[in-house]
C-alpha cells in the first residue's frame, strides 16, 4: 500500500494517528493563567477583526448586487430591443425581395416583348442596308417632281425619328430595369447581413443575461456563507470573552473556530504549489492518484507555520512523510504539515497562527518541498479553498 494511502487509512479508520499518539505521554503543565487570558484576549481581538472583514465583505456584495440588478435590467431591455429590431430587418427584407421578385418579373417581360420584335427590328436593319449608305435619303432620288421629294423627305425624316425614339426607349428601359435589380441584390444582401448582426447581437445580449444571473446567485451563496462564518466567529468572540473575564479557566484552551478563516488563512510557507489536492491523472506506468494534502515546492531549510491556533496533537517521524507535525484546531479540524527535516514543538504545545513548527525538508523523491494537508470534521478538504489567494 502507498505511504499516503496508508497514512489516510490510518486518520479515517478509528486507530488514526491522533489516537495512536495518546500513548506516547501526558501533555506538559498547564501555562500560566496570566498568559492564557491574555492569548484569549488575541483571540478575541482578531475574531472581531475578522467579523468586521466579513460585514465589510458583506455590504460590498450587496452594493455589488444592486449594481448588477441594474446593469441585469439594462441588459435585458437591449435584449428586447434587438429583438425588436431583428424582426423589423426581417419585415423589410420580406418586402426587398417582393420587389426584386416584381422586377424580375417585368425585366423577363421586357426580355420576352424584345424577342418578339427582334425579327421585325432585323428585317428593318436589312432594308436599311439594301438602301446603302444614303438610307431613307434614297427616296428623294425616285421622286419625279418637286411636290413629290417633299412628301419623301417628310415621310425619311419621320421614319428614322421613329426608328431612333423606338431604339433609345428600348435600351433605356433594359438599363434602367438592369441598375434597378443590381440595387435590390445589393439591398437584399445588406438587410441579410443585417439580420445575421442583429440575431447574433441578441445572443450575446442572453448570454450576458444568464451570465449575470449566475453571478448574482454566486453573490447570493457567498453572503449566506459569510453570515454563517460571522454567527460562529461571534458566539466564539463570546466565549472569549467569558473566558478573559474569568479569575481561573477550567477546561479546554479557548480556540476560535477554522470555519469561519475560510479563504482568509495564513500559508504554512512560501513557495509554489506543484502537486494540487483530489484525483491526479494517470502516468505512463502508474494508476490515478488521490492526493488528500498539496506539495508546495520551496528551498530546503525554509520555517513551516501554523495556519491557524490549536494544540499540538504529533510531532515526530512518520514513515513516508519524514517529519510529521499534527495541529488539532476543534470540532474536529487538522492540519498536518509533512516532509519536514526537523521540528520545533512538541506533542500538547499550545500554537498560534504563524507558530513555527519546524524546517522543510525533502519528499521522498529527494525534491525541496513541504507537504500539506487540512482535515474538516476528520475529512480531508482542498487547502486552496481555505488559504488566501496569493500564491
Known sequence: MPLRGAFAAMML?????????????????????????????????????????????ADALVAQERTLLADLRKLEIDRALRAEQLQQVSAELTDTRAARDEAARRAEALSSAAASERPMVEARMVQLYKLGRAGYWRLLLDTDDVRSVGRAYRTASAMLQIDRTRAQAHAQTLASLASER????????????????????????????????ARIAAIDEQR????????????????????????????????????????ALPWPAEGIVTQRFGRQPATPGAPPVRRTGVEISLAEGRPARAVHEGTVAFAG???????????????????????????????????????????????PSGNPSLYFELRVDGQPVDPLQWLRKHL
Open 13 to 57: 479508520a478509528g486507530g488514526c494517528v491522533l489516537l495512536s499518539v495518546e500513548v506516547l505521554g501526558q501533555a506538559p503543565a498547564r501555562p500560566a493563567q496570566g498568559d492564557e487570558r491574555a492569548r484569549a484576549r488575541e483571540a478575541a481581538e482578531r475574531a472581531a477583526a475578522r467579523i468586521r472583514a466579513l460585514e465589510r465583505e
Open 182 to 213: 443590381q440595387d435590390l441584390e445589393a439591398r437584399t444582401r445588406a438587410i441579410e447581413g443585417l439580420q445575421q448582426r442583429a440575431a447574433q447581437a441578441r445572443a450575446a445580449a442572453e448570454r450576458a443575461v444568464a451570465a449575470h444571473t
Open 317 to 363: 517521524p512518520f514513515s513516508g512523510y519524514g517529519h510529521l507535525v499534527i495541529v488539532e484546531h476543534g470540532d474536529g479540524t487538522h492540519s498536518l504539515y509533512g516532509h519536514l527535516q526537523s521540528v520545533g514543538v512538541e506533542r500538547g504545545h499550545p500554537v498560534e497562527a504563524g507558530t513555527v513548527l519546524g524546517e522543510t525538508g525533502r519528499n
Open 224 to 263: 449566506d456563507l459569510n453570515a454563517q462564518m460571522s454567527g460562529e466567529l461571534e458566539a466564539a468572540q463570546h466565549r472569549l470573552e467569558t473566558a478573559v473575564g474569568k479569575s481561573a479557566s477550567v477546561g479546554p484552551r479557548p480556540i476560535l473556530p477554522l470555519g469561519g478563516f475560510r479563504g
